[in-house]
């Protein structure tokens, strides 16, 4: 009689889904950038208050907030080879659709989901900035770009970093939807092997526990950069100090 729940499947099934893990965090990594850059740019038009584009951004961010990420990805996959075929017909482009892979479709639907929550939370970061900050870094003669520079950026980063890692880790485990736009990753492999093995659960619980393991491993290292960047600030807080202190005895 065959066993209910095998443990050396699951052993056996995590070096079966090794080899996948790197379409995985291609997906992750790639997503993430794009994700970072429009979030930021989202964020600077919100907060700043950009006409028009403010409006069109507030849309944005509610509709990929408001909607499924299973959806957005059929979306992206039916979606993105219609624009491309208008594209070839009003532009006279020769786009080739049928050459398209899915990561492009997968990369798109994460890119645009992620930029709507990183962009909500970077612009919470640049509305608490300290003020005085910025005010010091126009009397010093400081321009737009250096002031963005030197002073927005790495304060926003240093306040954003805790929400931006847990929005890492959401995309992380959001990748296991990437097979609905036929992209092997780990979640479609695992289904693969079981679909050969019959062993579902065990699979799934391989699956899982790697998922677990780089969830672990993302937590570490925001948690590393959370503190550094704490370190940095106190750091300069203490120059600071010592330099008001000096001036003092003076």
Not at 12 to 29: A, F, H, K, W
Not at 169 to 179: N, Q, V, Y
Not at 211 to 240: C, Q, T
Request: charged residues 15%.
């Amino acid at each position: 009689m065959p066993k209910l729940f095998d443990p050396q499947v699951v052993i056996d099934g995590i070096p079966q889904l090794l080899p996948y893990l790197p379409i995985t965090m291609e997906i992750v990594m790639v997503s993430a950038c794009f994700a970072l850059i429009l979030g930021f740019a989202i964020a600077l038009i919100k907060t700043y208050r950009v006409p028009i584009l403010r409006r069109l951004a507030t849309i944005y961010v509610s509709y990929m907030r408001g909607t499924p990420l299973l959806v957005q990805l059929y979306i992206s996959f039916y979606g993105v080879p219609i624009a491309l075929e208008y594209a070839n017909r009003y532009f006279e482009t020769q786009y080739s659709i049928n050459s398209l892979s899915g990561m492009i479709f997968v990369i798109v639907a994460f890119s645009l989901n992620e930029a709507a929550y990183a962009s909500e939370t970077i612009r919470a970061a640049l509305e608490a900035i300290d003020k005085g900050q910025i005010e010091a870094g126009y009397s010093i003669g400081l321009t737009k770009a250096q002031l963005f520079h030197y002073i927005i950026l790495p304060e926003t980063l240093k306040i954003a970093i805790p929400s931006l890692g847990n929005i890492f880790i959401g995309l992380l485990k959001g990748t296991s939807l990437a097979f609905v736009c036929s992209v092997v990753e780990m979640t479609a492999a695992s289904r693969l092997i079981s679909g050969r093995n019959l062993r579902f659960f065990e699979m799934y619980i391989a699956l899982s526990l790697i998922y677990w393991v780089l969830s672990l491993i993302s937590e570490r290292i925001f948690a590393y950069l959370e503190r550094r960047l704490k370190r940095s600030d106190n750091a300069i807080r203490s120059n600071k100090v010592k330099t008001q202190e000096a001036l003092v005895k003076e």
